[in-house]
């Protein structure tokens, strides 16, 4: 009997730990089902109910918060805090793996650049993290705790617009600063940097070449301006200290040349038609030797003995470059002086120098309609001299020359020892064109100072800027 009743305790017992372990198989399978049997896992991952290849996430991707911040999958939207989102424990591979992949962001009719200045709606995502670079911010409605779609909707955003509506054409073309000082005399090389920096700066419009190089070696430079068939001669600098004449000739050529760019008129002159009917041809410094002397300090090749080089006319032989033309040449050389570096020495023999032949040498290829030589001082106009008598068009050319840039003009020209041997009568003597020398600087002006270097500094006042820049207009104009 107590054997029996032994086995039936025995028996009791096993039945008991039995039903024990089939409470406890059946409360641990429920714990440890696999994730795609819940429900809001299964609309995660639609392929994986499909039979899709990829894996059930492990445990560690299916706990929730150990804080107990669990939600409800009904839940609807909440007030949490996008960072209490960032906070939550589902890692970023949630995201990742879900059936819209954050690339499903830029296929959003907003642009990519846009999505981050887009409002963000909040759900209600328990223990679902989301990684800031994945998203940028950008707005995730999430139902029942899963990432479904990624959906952004565009607001209405204005896209910037200029205050002022600016084509291209209406930009401001600025070229840079002006090139030419006139308020610094100019030495030889300072002329050729300027003239290099015009060809550059206009260099459909302006361009240079040599037309001779002088007894020290320094070279004789043509400056040209405009397109047409007629042509003028603008030659400056002939004497030396009368280097005013280059700072005005070059500062005429610049402001041409930027007028000309820009479409606009100087003044009351049409720049663009007179440029297509005349080309200028200037010589801005005719006496480079003769200039560096009187400007630089330069030591001439012959020098008289009350050598000053403020007061230096003469080119680097020492000889009067307006008295070295072949016309009437004789009267000269007989009635003057017979030594070298005296102011009016007009050289052993008729076109001696190399300026001189520089000079007749431009002319007799180019045929110029006129030619003007630039002097100082006396604020007047020598247009016609005895022997060589009228000129055809040169009455109307004085006319328009005075009229518009405010010179007096001289009577005709009759002492033949002081006109001989000149630029301008060799020209009427062998092109019976209109040659004018004109002497710029009135007498009240020079008498300001002392030096000719020293009118440089009130250019505008000495030269009468505001009239006589449009001399070379005026004889384009009327020549």
């Not at 002006?178 to 100019?186: N, Q």
């Not at 040349?257 to 005719?286: H, I, K, S």
């Not at 012959?302 to 070295?324: C, I, M, Q, T």
């Not at 007498?443 to 020293?454: A, D, H, L, M, N």
Request: proline share 5%.
């Amino acid at each position: 009997m107590k054997k029996v009743t032994g086995v039936l305790a025995v028996c009791w017992l096993a039945v008991m730990l039995s039903g024990c372990q089939t409470t406890s198989s059946s409360k641990k399978s429920a714990d440890s089902q696999p994730l795609s049997s819940l429900p809001f896992v299964s609309e995660v991952s639609e392929d994986t109910a499909a039979g899709s290849s990829r894996q059930p996430l492990d445990a560690s991707e299916t706990s929730m918060s150990e804080s107990g911040d669990t939600a409800d999958t009904g839940m609807k939207e909440s007030s949490v805090p996008v960072s209490r989102v960032l906070e939550s424990s589902v890692p970023v591979s949630r995201v990742q793996e879900s059936s819209v992949p954050v690339s499903r962001v830029q296929e959003s009719s907003v642009p990519v650049s846009r999505v981050q200045d887009v409002s963000v709606t909040e759900s209600s995502v328990p223990n679902a993290q989301v990684s800031q670079t994945d998203v940028s911010q950008v707005s995730v409605p999430v139902q029942e705790s899963y990432v479904h779609e990624i959906s952004v909707n565009e607001p209405s955003v204005t896209e910037p617009q200029s205050s002022v509506a600016v084509s291209q054409a209406e930009l401001p073309q600025v070229v840079g600063q002006p090139i030419v000082d006139v308020y610094t005399p100019y030495t030889a090389a300072r002329l050729q940097r300027d003239i290099d920096a015009l060809c550059r700066r206009y260099p459909d419009l302006v361009t240079q070449y040599t037309i001779g190089i002088t007894a020290q070696g320094r070279k004789i430079s043509c400056v040209t301006l405009g397109f047409g068939s007629k042509k003028g001669c603008i030659v400056a600098g002939i004497h030396a200290r009368e280097h005013i004449t280059v700072s005005f000739t070059m500062r005429c050529l610049e402001e041409f040349a930027e007028a000309y760019r820009r479409n606009e008129p100087y003044g009351e002159y049409d720049l663009r038609q007179l440029l297509q009917v005349y080309t200028l041809y200037f010589v801005p410094m005719c006496n480079p030797d003769g200039t560096e002397i009187s400007v630089n300090g330069a030591q001439p090749l012959v020098a008289a003995a009350d050598f000053s080089p403020d007061e230096y006319k003469l080119n680097g032989n020492g000889v009067n470059l307006n008295r070295n033309f072949p016309y009437n040449w004789e009267e000269q050389y007989t009635h003057q002086t017979f030594v070298a570096g005296e102011e009016k020495y007009a050289g052993d023999h008729a076109a001696s120098e190399k300026e001189t032949q520089a000079i007749m040498s431009l002319c007799e290829e180019e045929h110029f309609a006129w030619l003007l030589d630039m002097h100082v001082v006396g604020n007047g106009i020598y247009w016609r001299d005895e022997m060589n008598g009228p000129i055809e068009g040169d009455s109307r050319m004085r006319g328009a020359i005075t009229e518009r840039c405010g010179y007096r003009y001289f009577g005709e020209s009759t002492d033949v020892t002081v006109y001989s041997g000149g630029l301008e009568n060799w020209f009427r003597y062998a092109y019976g064109k209109p040659a004018f020398c004109i002497e710029m600087v009135p007498y009240e002006q020079s008498g300001r100072v002392s030096t000719y270097i020293g009118m440089s500094s009130f250019f505008e006042e000495a030269v009468n800027w505001p009239q006589t820049k449009y001399t070379y207009l005026a004889a384009m104009d009327s020549g």
